[in-house]
């Protein structure tokens, strides 16, 4: 069993910069992959980064460049640094941990703005 809970989100304007958090416990040892999705009103859920055990990083071509996903293993945290946000960035954030056992756990999201 893992569990992921997701801090950070908040209102900033245009340009401006947010880091999201998501800690996860459990049986850490089994995740192999953590992603950051998100869910704009009226849209579908997007995946927007990812990150394996083994260090490999993917970013959705909307994100690339601005966003960076990056752990520390320390605190058994995935973290998304966000530069440069946009509107179109407005969202509910989701935090998914994927196991080895092909488990699935999500966050309870964290909404993030970003409006002048």
């Known amino acids: 069993q893992v569990h992921v809970v997701e801090s950070g989100g908040g209102l900033v304007q245009p340009g401006g910069s947010l880091r999201l958090s998501c800690a996860a416990s459990g049986s850490i040892s089994s995740i192999s992959t953590m992603a950051w999705y998100r869910q704009a009103p009226g849209k579908e859920r997007e995946s927007i980064a990812s990150i394996t055990r083994g260090g490999i990083t993917k970013y959705a071509d909307s994100v690339k460049g601005r966003f960076t996903i990056f752990r520390d293993n320390a605190k058994n945290t995935v973290h998304l640094q966000m530069n440069s946000l946009k509107p179109e960035d407005t969202a509910v954030y989701y935090c998914?941990?994927?196991?080895?056992?092909?488990?699935?756990?999500w966050g309870q999201g964290t909404q993030v703005t970003a409006s002048s």
């Open positions: 998914r941990a994927d196991t080895i056992w092909n488990r699935i756990y």
